[in-house]
């Protein structure tokens, strides 16, 4: 929980037609942890016996470490420059993804 004055705060809900979307983070990261599970389960379950054929195990923990290094990461910059360039919107995109 944050208590920010309303000059502070860059709601959800207010995106407007023509305004421009930028990510402050690569897209991908769930892809990489569902990958690092998928191949540390008990007895390599059925989505890493088709991802093995694709990928190395060392590419697996490449992209773990990238996707741990990404969310480990502030978005301190991202923020303060919302607020500069005045931004209608913002929100993320964990779980949901882009449509």
């Not at 860059?10 to 690569?26: F, I, N, R």
């Not at 892809?31 to 389960?41: E, L, T």
């Not at 016996?49 to 480990?72: F, G, L, N, P, R």
Request: hydrophobic share 35%.
């Amino acid at each position: 929980t944050s208590i920010v004055t309303e000059d502070e705060f860059v709601p959800s809900d207010g995106a407007q037609v023509g305004d421009v979307m930028v990510l402050t983070k690569p897209l991908g990261t769930q892809v990489a942890v569902n990958v690092h599970q998928w191949k540390n389960s008990p007895n390599h379950n059925r989505h890493w016996e088709q991802c093995k054929d694709i990928i190395t195990d060392e590419q697996a923990e490449d992209m773990m470490h990238t996707a741990v290094c990404s969310m480990a990461r502030l978005n301190r910059n991202g923020g303060r420059l919302m607020l500069k360039y005045k931004a209608h919107a913002c929100t993320d995109v964990t779980g949901f993804g882009i449509l």
